[in-house]
């Protein structure tokens, strides 16, 4: 099995006119749809689209798109690290 090297806030690489945020306090969050619940571990950057939808880059170089329209989101900060950044 091979180590996989986790990222930092510093690795992303934004080509996009989208502006990301550091949440890389957090060590994970969860978003919660009508009986489906998606988590994403490790996130790193947030970037909040107009109509709502959230695009996240996490530490094991995983692009996520959550659409506008959940109900729900969770996540736990990092011990020592700020509960809302964002």
Not at 9 to 37: A, K, Q
Not at 45 to 72: K, M, Q, T
């Amino acid at each position: 099995m091979t180590d996989i090297k986790l990222l930092k806030f510093e690795d992303l690489r934004n080509y996009s006119d989208n502006e990301f945020l550091d949440i890389s306090s957090e060590i994970y969050r969860v978003y919660t749809f009508n009986g489906l619940t998606i988590e994403i571990n490790f996130p790193l950057a947030l970037s909040v689209s107009e109509n709502g939808g959230h695009r996240i880059f996490d530490a094991r170089n995983i692009s996520h798109y959550i659409p506008a329209g959940w109900l729900h989101l969770e996540w736990e900060a990092k011990p020592d690290c700020p509960n809302f950044v964002v």
